[in-house]
């Protein structure tokens, strides 16, 4: 894909079409794309285009697959204002963020005389603000065919609890293929792990999230396309943990995550236990929330067990008579 994206930009510079900013996405939920931003200097306009780059069968009829659609001159000045007010954040931050192969993001921009790469895996970060208006606009220009791919693209800017960054990704067949195929034999056959090691197991759309260890992790699966994305925490990506829970998923060994609800803020965390006031929870952003940071009546807790209700108890004993300990529990823990 990246030689075909190559002949893009050279056919591009024949056609006297100048770039000022393009958007590659490689392997992108199994998806790849050309997007750019471009001045035509035979006709003096501004021009948006897409090239759906995995629906080039023969790269010798190339320009028969660009999409086009104008764009306002002052739309195009806008975004080239917003790239030098920020010149300055740009230069001081990295900007080859990328650690996967699949979820490439590139970002090229080439605005006067000066010409910054950007590469990031599958989210844009928020460390870059400006880029939130600038792909808006951008895809604004583009068919409705690809606007999801705006959304997933900006998640952690709109989802930023949910934003997680995979280690890894891989084809695999889930319920077909052999574990040999991604792990060693010694895993495989002498793993110290056993489906009791996994204590939490729960599928929320085509994520799977576990426990193991007191770790969580997450392995992103879409049936119809055999892929497999892990995201493995502070274990290998092919380790025994990750492998264990596989295991438990084919074998459905669920157990449900407790449900933590911040009512202020609207948000549901997957909770996984409690210790030292501090929830656990499986957050891109934190690691555990504070019982200390909320009224007691903006915190509601589902699908409990005896395990986190005798935690929590123990903690507020030490603070308040049994009585207000009662009050407390009867007000967070949902019936």
């Not at 010149?87 to 490439?104: A, F, G, K, R, V």
Request: glycine fraction near 2%; hydrophobic fraction near 35%; aromatic fraction near 16%.
């Amino acid at each position: 894909m990246d030689e075909l994206k190559n002949k893009i930009i050279k056919l591009l510079y024949k056609k006297k079409e100048n770039v000022v900013l393009d958007l590659y996405l490689r392997d992108y939920d199994c998806s790849n794309y050309y997007f750019a931003i471009v001045y035509n200097s035979k006709i003096e306009k501004f021009k948006v285009l897409m090239v759906p780059l995995d629906a080039i069968h023969d790269s010798k009829y190339l320009e028969e697959y660009f999409c086009y659609q104008f764009i306002f001159v002052k739309t195009v000045e806008h975004i080239m204002k917003v790239i030098h007010d920020n010149e300055e954040l740009i230069e001081n931050c990295t900007h080859n963020q990328s650690t996967l192969d699949s979820y490439y993001i590139e970002i090229n921009t080439h605005i006067a005389s000066k010409d910054y790469c950007f590469k990031f895996t599958q989210y844009i970060p928020t460390t870059f603000p400006f880029f939130f208006d600038i792909i808006v606009l951008l895809f604004e220009h583009l068919p409705n065919i690809v606007s999801e791919l705006c959304n997933k693209v900006l998640y952690s800017f709109q989802n930023p609890n949910d934003a997680i960054t995979y280690n890894g990704s891989y084809r695999f067949d889930l319920y077909k293929d052999s574990f040999l195929d991604l792990f060693s034999e010694d895993i495989v056959n002498s793993c110290k792990y056993s489906l009791n090691d996994v204590s939490f197991l729960e599928r929320v759309g085509n994520r799977y999230y576990a426990v193991i260890n007191n770790e969580w992790v997450c392995i992103h699966y879409t049936d119809s396309l055999n892929k497999m994305n892990i995201y493995s925490g502070q274990y290998s990506v092919l380790g025994e943990e990750i492998f264990i829970v596989l295991k438990a998923i084919i074998e459905e060994k669920f157990h449900s995550f407790y449900h933590l609800s911040i009512l202020d803020e609207d948000e549901v965390y997957l909770c996984y236990g409690f210790s030292n006031g501090n929830f656990l929870v499986v957050s891109s952003l934190k690691s555990t929330i504070s019982i200390l940071d909320y009224s007691y009546s903006n915190i509601s807790i589902s699908d409990y067990d005896e395990v986190l209700i005798n935690h929590l108890e123990e903690y507020l004993s030490e603070k308040y008579e049994d009585f207000k300990v009662k009050e407390i529990l009867q007000s967070i823990l949902d019936e």
